[in-house]
């Protein structure tokens, strides 16, 4: 599975501008994407959060039926607190908590190094000129994720799979399913504060 947030300079690319209930919005899509069979999952949100982050995740992990056994991650703030040399991070606790929570292990990125996650930055690429181009209208963003879902799953069956032409990505998708780590419920994503003592 592969994640990515739009790099500064710009818009980034995981901002689209849409229309909701009549205003004109600019909103956080995540992107995710399974490795194997390329199947995607994009959901909106007003912007973006460590409890978005969480949400996410919840969401594509329910959509695939199933959680990837890796995530490979780009470095954004979300999740990560500091960057060492290599693949060394400091990952934020809540972040590993619910990685812990799904099973999955997360493998980072290298800084500067967009080949590594090439796959889910041409899928951001891809799904702004097929989705986003015409500026689409909703009530609400409940409405707007519900397009969304439905909009990767005609993708993915119109579409053939870039290694196994005579299969389309949806059929190598269902096929995968299998493999999947159970899926294992929502991560509870508070958000943790710590309190003083003011008792006496």
């Given at each position: 599975m592969?994640?990515?947030?739009?790099?500064?300079g710009?818009?980034p690319?995981?901002?689209?501008?849409?229309l909701?209930?009549?205003v004109t919005?600019?909103?956080?899509?995540?992107?995710v994407?399974?490795?194997?069979?390329r199947?995607?999952?994009l959901?909106?949100f007003?912007r973006?959060?460590?409890?978005m982050v969480?949400?996410?995740?919840?969401?594509a992990?329910a959509?695939?039926?199933g959680a990837?056994?890796r995530?490979?991650?780009d470095?954004?703030?979300?999740?990560?607190?500091a960057?060492f040399?290599?693949r060394?991070?400091a990952?934020?606790r809540?972040?590993q908590?619910?990685?812990?929570?799904?099973l999955?292990?997360?493998i980072a990125c290298?800084?500067?190094s967009?080949?590594?996650?090439?796959?889910?930055e041409?899928?951001?690429?891809v799904m702004?000129?097929?989705?986003?181009v015409?500026?689409?209208r909703?009530?609400n963003y409940?409405?707007?994720n519900?397009w969304?879902?439905?909009r990767?799953i005609?993708w993915?069956?119109a579409?053939p799979?870039?290694e196994?032409?005579?299969?389309?990505?949806w059929?190598?998708?269902?096929?995968?399913?299998g493999?999947?780590?159970?899926?294992v419920?929502?991560?509870?994503g508070?958000?943790?504060?710590?309190?003083?003592?003011?008792?006496?």
């Amino acid at each position: 599975m592969r994640r990515i947030r739009g790099p500064s300079g710009g818009r980034p690319p995981d901002e689209q501008i849409v229309l909701i209930d009549g205003v004109t919005s600019i909103v956080k899509v995540a992107h995710v994407r399974l490795c194997h069979s390329r199947m995607p999952f994009l959901r909106a949100f007003p912007r973006e959060t460590q409890e978005m982050v969480f949400d996410a995740h919840d969401k594509a992990f329910a959509f695939f039926a199933g959680a990837c056994a890796r995530g490979i991650y780009d470095n954004m703030k979300t999740a990560v607190d500091a960057i060492f040399v290599g693949r060394d991070r400091a990952c934020n606790r809540r972040f590993q908590q619910m990685c812990g929570h799904c099973l999955v292990e997360p493998i980072a990125c290298t800084p500067a190094s967009g080949w590594e996650k090439g796959q889910v930055e041409n899928q951001v690429g891809v799904m702004r000129r097929r989705f986003f181009v015409t500026r689409p209208r909703f009530k609400n963003y409940a409405e707007l994720n519900a397009w969304l879902e439905d909009r990767c799953i005609a993708w993915a069956k119109a579409n053939p799979h870039p290694e196994w032409r005579d299969k389309t990505i949806w059929e190598v998708f269902e096929a995968e399913r299998g493999s999947l780590v159970p899926y294992v419920g929502p991560f509870d994503g508070f958000h943790a504060v710590p309190a003083l003592d003011h008792c006496s």
